[in-house]
């Protein structure tokens, strides 16, 4: 059979041939020659953007938006949000490239970050050690200028902590690097409610202790299922070098620490029921999750319950819950 046998008369166009296609509209031509002439671009600027690691900052500026509405009791200049946003996105964003230019080695030896930038070869070591630099340097002038020198000087103690604490310091050579490298991840509350109020109260240094109680059971069950990818790297993760009933116990003190610290918050005034529910009840819920998984490991069980995995997008639910909370909590009054 034919192609032209093989077409119903339906599909004959008014020519008796095959039918034409149908024109583009103008606007999908145009969007198609947009599309042609941003490639080169977009090829160029998104190796960049992925430098910075947005998926990680998504996270921090979380933390921050709600933490500025509660140092508010409301809402906060949306200016003040622009800027402060921007700003712990510029900080965060030239730390995340310095570390990553400063572990191009152990990227390239991972299956989960060979294909980086700098390892992948989209961007130089040295173009990304350039763009690291200008990024910290113009966040921390950013945040002094246009919010306040309090916030710029938290931001830029955040850099210096994750590249030179963490990064050059830590991660080779202990296994308790996430520990106290995750200080730096806990600095956006502090930048928050600084940039309301150029101060920082004992409500955002709780918080800042959430968010560093909260790392350990976030990130270890994520290097427990790299833990192969970390050996060969040289990397002494917890669950590199420790048993993995040693790991779930320090995950249950760390957690019982975190939810500790989130209930401490409560009889300091700050916030009002909505937090305080939300706080009990979503403690309960995760610290229900990292128990059964330590329950789970001690006794040698498997099965679904067992995926580190669980527990660690149970972190990411919690920890955008509690905040949240937070941030409708200045709102709702009874």
């Not at 763009?131 to 103690?157: C, D, I, P």
């Not at 403690?283 to 229900?288: K, L, R, T």
Request: aromatic share 10%.
């Amino acid at each position: 059979m034919t192609a032209t046998q093989g077409t119903s008369a339906q599909d004959v166009g008014q020519d008796g041939g095959l039918p034409q296609q149908t024109p583009r509209s103008p606007l999908r031509r145009a969007l198609a020659g947009l599309r042609r002439l941003l490639a080169p671009v977009l090829a160029v600027v998104m190796p960049y953007v992925a430098l910075t690691k947005p998926r990680i900052i998504e996270l921090l500026l979380i933390t921050t938006v709600p933490t500025m509405f509660l140092a508010a009791g409301g809402f906060p200049s949306p200016w003040l949000i622009v800027t402060t946003m921007i700003g712990g996105y510029l900080a965060a964003g030239g730390a995340n490239t310095l570390n990553m230019y400063l572990e191009r080695d152990i990227d390239a030896k991972m299956k989960r970050t060979r294909n980086r930038p700098i390892p992948s070869g989209a961007v130089t070591p040295r173009a990304a050690l350039i763009f690291g630099l200008v990024l910290s340097v113009v966040s921390t002038v950013w945040l002094g200028l246009l919010v306040n020198w309090m916030s710029a000087a938290l931001a830029f103690g955040a850099i210096l902590l994750y590249v030179v604490f963490y990064t050059m310091l830590l991660k080779r050579r202990t296994s308790q690097n996430i520990v106290w490298g995750g200080v730096a991840g806990c600095m956006p509350v502090l930048i928050g409610w600084s940039s309301v109020t150029g101060t920082v109260s004992w409500t955002a240094v709780l918080l800042f202790l959430v968010i560093f109680f909260w790392t350990p059971p976030h990130y270890w069950p994520l290097a427990e299922k790299f833990s192969t990818d970390y050996a060969n790297a040289g990397v002494p993760m917890l669950p590199v070098v420790s048993s993995r009933s040693n790991v779930a116990g320090q995950m249950l003190l760390h957690t019982g620490l975190m939810i500790g610290s989130s209930l401490a918050i409560i009889p300091l005034g700050e916030t009002g029921w909505v937090y305080g529910v939300v706080a009990v009840l979503s403690g309960a819920w995760f610290g229900f999750l990292v128990v059964r998984y330590a329950l789970r490991v001690r006794r040698g069980l498997s099965g679904h319950a067992l995926a580190p995995m669980k527990v660690f997008h149970g972190s990411i639910t919690y920890l955008t819950v509690l905040f949240v909370a937070l941030a409708i909590d200045p709102f709702v009054v009874l």
